[in-house]
């Protein structure tokens, strides 16, 4: 009896004195400057600490109502995880200047779930020489000044084939939902650039992406969140299986595409697309960087991933936005008429030419950013808004709120793309873009927002050029809901064309002409 007594006694005074020390090291070597206090934390539940406020469904909402409440930087915790959230644009201002480096990587780690298994995923990869090789090869090859202005005629091709549509169903006066078209707008768009010939439409290739990038868009809140949990309670998720499945569909669809690309590695073709790049790099044995093949696969997803729905979700919120302001239609619809004229299809060379569609669009995408939320890690400790940041803190930014903080933005609830059009210093223009955040900011912001910006504004040129759009109701609803990460509309938005020009048929003959010239 007296030995179990003496046992008990010593392994709980191993005990307390392992707690002790622990955290005494805690103290020593991991404690916040004594100046700068963690932020202020809104009331936590025990054990799972603020989980339970990032599973609304409206979280950019109920994240910026609780900002409002207890200020624009907050320290959260779910489980044993740290989190800071961001939403002021002073703060995301100064993160963004002073600190970019320091929050240069994603929060996702490389898991089963960053898509591919044995490869990082370009989105979620840290800021190493893997993120920066295909950095360098997307810039080169699809999304900077002379890759864009290389892959024109595959846009304008598309671009023509998008009115050819809505004019097709203008005829037949049918509805048209305006976020499925756009969809189908960006996806071929994407899959043509990414893939070129390799992508028929008689095998509906375009559309099985489209139907997985949809169910990879549900699943991305559910990825995010577990990223965000303790290894043990990942290994218990109830969305392997149904993630696992959408891969094994990705990957199947892509690895023959990959094998059609070989195939054909010697015959006369249009030039290269990004996928025969490569898989030049793949058989490289002196690349920069040695990828494999589930490294172009994982890429091709992210491009899909990011290219297609980022951007129509935009349009359909933007030509929304349009209908519930004549005015604004009005001012657009003239631009267009002056600098375009009516004979001719807007193309994206006319861009820089009408400043009022670029503020429109703008404006639409300040007040609904395609993804609300966005993610990044702490590298070290750093001193933000007056508060401590300790390293290894995930870093949520409400972008949402962010672009609609009062203190910075007039009257900024309200759609008024007059505010862009206004006359900026360099000083003034560089500290916007700081705060201005639709596609994140800083060295892992969206590296193809110019691309996004193509598509958004040619699109939205187009539907205003050529079309009245009928609506059965007053006002379009505005209400907002959220699909996996995504911010789209609760009621979709659903409007008949009616072809604007006095002969339709002359301008529709006149876009194929151009697209049967260019090839």
């Given at each position: 009896m007296m030995t179990t007594i003496i046992l008990d006694f010593q392994?709980?005074?191993?005990?307390?004195?392992?707690?002790f020390f622990s955290l005494l090291c805690y103290t020593i070597f991991f404690r916040k400057p004594k100046d700068f206090p963690l932020p202020p934390s809104?009331?936590?539940l025990p054990i799972i600490g603020h989980l339970h406020l990032l599973?609304?469904?409206?979280?950019?909402?109920s994240l910026q109502k609780l900002s409002s409440k207890y200020g624009s930087i907050l320290y959260l915790r779910i489980f044993s995880c740290p989190i800071v959230l961001v939403s002021s644009a002073s703060v995301a201002h100064e993160i963004f200047r002073a600190h970019d480096v320091n929050f240069s990587s994603r929060g996702?780690?490389?898991?089963?779930?960053?898509?591919f298994a044995g490869s990082f995923s370009f989105i979620s990869s840290p800021n190493g020489d893997y993120w920066k090789f295909m950095k360098k090869v997307l810039v080169t090859n699809l999304v900077g000044a002379q890759a864009l202005k290389r892959s024109q005629r595959v846009r304008d091709d598309e671009l023509g084939r998008f009115y050819d549509n809505l004019l097709e169903k203008a005829e037949k006066k049918e509805t048209v939902e305006i976020f499925e078209e756009a969809m189908k707008f960006t996806t071929n768009n994407i899959c043509k650039l990414i893939m070129g010939r390799c992508c028929p439409e008689e095998e509906g290739v375009v559309e099985r992406f489209k139907g997985l990038v949809t169910e990879l868009e549900v699943l991305s809140k559910t990825i995010m969140l577990e990223s965000l949990l303790p290894p043990w309670l990942q290994v218990?998720?109830?969305?392997?299986?149904?993630v696992k499945v959408l891969l094994n569909s990705f990957n199947e669809l892509l690895e023959k595409i990959l094998e059609e690309h070989e195939e054909k590695d010697g015959e006369h073709h249009h030039g290269k697309d990004l996928m025969d790049v490569l898989l030049a790099a793949y058989g490289d044995e002196n690349a920069e960087y040695k990828i494999t093949r589930n490294h172009i696969k994982s890429f091709c997803v992210d491009l899909l991933f990011a290219g297609t729905t980022t951007p129509a979700l935009p349009i359909q919120w933007i030509l929304a936005e349009i209908i519930n302001c004549p005015k604004t239609l009005e001012r657009l619809r003239g631009e267009l008429d002056s600098v375009v004229g009516t004979t001719r299809l807007i193309q994206e060379t006319d861009l820089p030419n009408l400043p009022y569609l670029q503020a429109v669009v703008k404006e639409g995408l300040r007040l609904h950013p395609p993804e609300p939320i966005f993610e990044r890690f702490s590298q070290e400790g750093c001193r933000v808004g007056g508060f401590y940041v300790p390293?290894?803190?995930?870093?949520?930014?409400?972008?949402?709120?962010?672009m609609r903080d009062p203190n910075y933005w007039e009257d900024p609830d309200e759609f008024k793309p007059?505010?862009?059009l206004d006359t900026w210093k360099d000083e003034e223009i560089k500290e916007q873009a700081l705060k201005y955040i639709s596609f994140g900011s800083g060295r892992r912001s969206c590296p193809g927002e110019n691309l996004s910006h193509i598509f958004i504004g040619t699109a939205i040129g187009v539907m205003v050029q050529g079309f009245e759009w009928r609506f059965k109701e007053e006002k379009v609803n505005m209400e907002e809901t959220i699909v996996g990460l995504s911010l789209t509309m609760a009621h979709p938005l659903k409007l008949t064309p009616i072809a604007r020009t006095p002969n339709p048929l002359v301008l529709n003959l006149k876009s194929r002409f151009m697209t049967f010239q260019k090839h």
């Open positions: 392994k709980c005074f191993i005990f307390v004195f392992l707690c809104p009331p936590s599973l609304s469904v409206l979280i950019h909402r996702f780690p490389p898991t089963e779930a960053s898509l218990l998720s109830l969305f392997k299986k149904e390293e290894k803190t995930t870093l949520i930014v409400n972008a949402y709120a962010v007059e505010r862009f």
